[in-house]
């Protein structure tokens, strides 16, 4: 029953976030840089702080006992997942849901269910944890490696589905439903995204001092990780924040804030209502990994379940509409090998 309230929570969580981007389309006249960062504010400052405060009591006082090297890391981790997630809306402005998702979260789930292995094998960890010396010597280990390959094997057919796409289209076309589609920009700024992305789980994994703390003093063990989040995602705050006043210098778009000329209350309601979308998948993570633990299983089960809801968006939204049934079925195919890596890492955790 435990397993089964992990995936479901890890479900809700892959939905948010294959999910999160929509509300930004309703955004009218705005420049990127702009509707991100008031999205930001509120997926990683101001809806974690309010979730900790619900779920976490005294979470501040916490972090304020908690050892600084501890909370450097985890900062640290933050900022570097905070340039995966810039690129990561960068993927989906040049490659649209379907294929930036698949790209950039394929790579996500190879990394993010690896990094915890080689961090307790390069830090002293507990007994009995996980290491990745010892899934190189376990059947269980060695699945979860298999399913790592397919996964960026699922990775490639995905963008051998985007480069047929770019030969078979007009631009005109193309930019129909994705308005600044670019094939080369998108699969640079997808892998980048995907692979820094990767440490919100190595963050996760470093922050679990403050969890540990959470629950000796008597917090739900299913919301341990929100005190986690918010550390963490400070260092997220602090790399799109300067990134996105550096562009609304450079573009002079800092008058979007205040340009009466576009609809402000919608505008600033949907970059909201994107932002806290996207803090839930994190909220339903921390839920479902305390029920599965922070392993491989965890991490590429909420990828997972990003990607194919992402998948069906796109293709709801017609990102492919007019590409022949070869090309298409490339995608569909991508997808559904990225989808049975998650089937062999899950696979080779329960054995």
């Keep these: 029953m435990q397993a089964i309230l992990g995936v479901f929570f890890h479900f809700i969580g892959g939905f948010a976030s294959g999910s ?6 309703k955004v009218k006249n705005w420049a990127w840089e702009s509707y991100w960062i008031v999205g930001g504010f509120f997926s990683w400052l101001i809806v974690p702080f309010l979730a900790a405060w619900i779920t976490v009591p005294d979470f501040m006082a916490i972090i304020r006992n908690t050892e600084s090297s501890t909370l450097f890391w985890t900062y640290f981790m933050g900022i570097l997942w905070g340039i995966g997630g810039l690129t990561f809306g960068l993927a989906m402005r040049y490659l649209g849901l379907s294929l930036g998702m698949s790209v950039a979260l394929g790579y996500t789930s190879a990394f993010g269910s690896l990094i915890p292995p080689i961090y307790r ?5 507990e007994a009995g944890a996980v290491t990745f010396s010892s899934m190189l010597h376990s059947n269980s280990g060695l699945m979860v490696l298999a399913g790592v390959v397919v996964c960026l094997l ?5 963008g051998k589905a985007g480069v047929m796409k770019e030969r078979e289209l007009p631009e005109e076309q193309k930019k129909e439903s994705i308005q600044e589609f670019n094939l080369r920009k998108g699969l640079i700024v997808a892998t980048i995204s995907g692979i820094l992305s990767a440490c919100f789980n190595f963050g996760i994994e470093a922050g679990k001092p403050m969890a540990e703390i ?7 063990p299913l919301f341990q990780n929100n005190v986690i989040f918010v550390v963490l995602l400070w260092g997220g705050l602090t790399t799109n924040l300067l990134w996105c006043v550096l562009l ?3 573009n002079r778009t800092f ?3 205040t340009n009466k000329a576009t609809p402000l209350a919608s505008n600033y309601f949907f970059a909201a209502v994107a932002g806290t979308t996207w803090f839930l998948q994190f909220f339903f993570y921390g839920m479902g990994e305390s029920k599965l633990g922070n392993g491989a299983s965890s991490w590429i089960l909420h990828m997972a379940f990003i990607i194919m809801v992402s998948s069906l968006w796109g293709i709801t939204l017609r ?15 991508g997808i559904l090998t ?7 890492v899950g696979y080779g955790n329960s054995i």
């Excluded at 959470?214 to 739900?220: D, I, L, M, T």
């Excluded at 990102?319 to 195919?333: A, D, M, Q, R, Y």
């Excluded at 990225?338 to 062999?344: A, D, E, K, Q, T």
């Design 121 to 125: 094998d390069l830090v002293s960890s």
């Design 255 to 257: 008058g979007d804030y």
């Design 154 to 158: 699922g990775i490639a057919i995905c």
């Design 338 to 344: 990225i989808m049975i890596s998650v089937l062999l």
């Design 20 to 25: 999160f981007y929509i509300p930004f389309k």
């Design 248 to 250: 609304n210098v450079r």
């Design 319 to 333: 990102e492919w509409k007019g590409v022949s049934k070869k090309t298409f079925s490339t995608i569909l195919l």
């Design 214 to 220: 959470a629950v000796q003093q008597g917090s739900n």
